[in-house]
């Protein structure tokens, strides 16, 4: 499960490129996520998890403004990734964990390109996504279907007078 160092390698080239072409080089946000992220494929060194894929889908652009050299956008977004790891009795699990998110991200245009200065992620308008209020039955909101039973009261059950 453990990642090549070749992998190790393209990966990092591969972050690299993208976070060169899109980020501002003064935006501290855009570098704390990049060290993160070069964490995470180090991470995959060492055997703990291997990423296997990961993705990004049902965009909505919630707004645009554009005013001169700089610009405001955010969109909402369902993220995924699938990987492995092993868990704590030796067994190898494969996950597929899936967040929606409200992204903010403030552009300048630099040398003529439009680069990320900053982004911020708005938890409270994440949190009303349907994605992220998904029931174990795959529903989202609403009551349980009819064959499933509400959760127990964390207090027990209520006694009888």
């Not at 993705?55 to 909402?76: K, L």
């Not at 900053?118 to 998904?134: F, G, T, Y």
Request: proline content about 6%.
């Amino acid at each position: 499960m453990t990642a090549t160092a070749p992998a190790i390698a393209i990966a990092e080239t591969q972050a690299q490129n993208l976070f060169g072409n899109i980020y501002a080089p003064n935006c501290a946000t855009c570098k704390s996520l990049a060290s993160n992220t070069y964490k995470s494929i180090n991470g995959q060194a060492q055997g703990r998890y291997r990423a296997l894929g990961w993705g990004v889908h049902d965009i909505e652009w919630r707004q645009v403004v554009i005013d001169g050299q700089s610009a405001s956008i955010t969109i909402a977004a369902t993220l995924w990734s699938k990987l492995q790891y092993i868990d704590q009795f030796g067994k190898l699990n494969t996950v597929t964990p899936t967040e929606g998110l409200v992204q903010i991200y403030t552009l300048d245009k630099i040398n003529g390109r439009w680069l990320v200065s900053n982004e911020v992620q708005d938890d409270a308008a994440a949190n009303s996504l349907p994605v992220n209020n998904v029931k174990p039955n795959g529903q989202t909101g609403g009551a349980p279907p009819v064959n499933e039973q509400p959760p127990a009261n964390k207090m027990g059950p209520k006694k009888q007078k």
